[in-house]
């Protein structure tokens, strides 16, 4: 059974940092690129980074490019993604998504954790 | 950006009645267009994925049809546990995006 549990979510300042992590187990993390999603309170849902199987390749969005770093590590089957600069628009649940395997059709996400909740507050 | 626009925002229906739900993408998507259903308090689930693919486990209640730029949810015959909110998804293009959602409601 593919289980992604995050950790690391909390209250913090404007300015601040965090930094969020992913247990990944049930599937070989290895051959599947991971992302970060995240929603605002009673809003949609963002895409705020991917990363290739073997990190050599990552994503940002706009709103987040400059302040968040997305890696893994394979070896303990772990994604994270490091926040700095936080801003009160940061705000929101972070999920922890896997991507379909390379073989589907078209890519989708096809497995989320239950989120950690990031609060960014004065 | 591709820009992805549902509608409606939200309906309100009943057990048993058909249900659609609309997408449209700001440009051309090919069938790169994925579903999801999103419960209050969780994480969203992959219903449909390339535009018409069920996923594993999902019921055949729900289908999904377009291509291009016009893509459609149908859910065939409402039930209790199918009230939620719905997700469209382009990955043709990075970013991925995301519909604003439609909010499935009981009449």
């Known amino acids: 059974e593919v289980q992604l549990v995050e950790s690391g979510g909390g209250f913090v300042q404007p300015g601040g940092s965090l930094r969020l992590s992913c247990s990944a187990s049930g599937f070989t993390f290895s051959d599947n690129a991971m992302h970060w999603v995240r929603q605002a309170p009673g809003k949609g849902l963002e895409y705020v980074s991917t990363?290739?199987?073997?990190?050599?390749?990552?994503y940002y969005a706009d709103s987040v490019k400059g302040r968040f770093t997305i890696s893994r590590d394979n070896s303990k089957n772990t994604l994270f993604l490091q926040m700095s600069s936080l801003r009160v628009d940061d705000t929101a649940v972070y999920y922890c998504?896997?991507?379909?395997?390379?073989?589907?059709?078209?890519?989708?996400?096809?497995?989320w954790g239950q989120g950690t909740l990031v609060t960014v507050s004065s | 950006d591709i820009q992805m626009t549902q509608s409606p925002s939200s309906l309100s229906a009943s057990v048993g009645d058909r249900v659609t739900i609309t997408c449209r993408a700001s440009?051309?998507?090919?069938?790169?267009l994925n579903w999801y259903q999103q419960k209050p308090g969780k994480a969203p689930k992959v219903l449909i994925y390339?535009?018409?693919s069920l996923q594993s486990g999902v019921p055949s209640r729900f289908s999904g049809s377009g291509s291009g730029t016009d893509f459609t949810l149908t859910i065939s015959s409402l039930q209790p546990e199918d009230f939620a909110t719905y997700y469209c998804?382009?990955?043709?293009?990075?970013?991925?995006?995301f519909g604003q959602g439609t909010k499935v409601e009981i009449k």
């Open positions: 998804q382009q990955s043709y293009r990075t970013p991925w995006t």
């Open positions: 390339a535009a018409s």
């Open positions: 990363i290739s199987t073997n990190g050599g390749s990552t």
């Open positions: 998504v896997k991507a379909s395997p390379v073989t589907t059709v078209t890519p989708y996400s096809d497995y």
């Open positions: 440009q051309s998507i090919n069938k790169y």
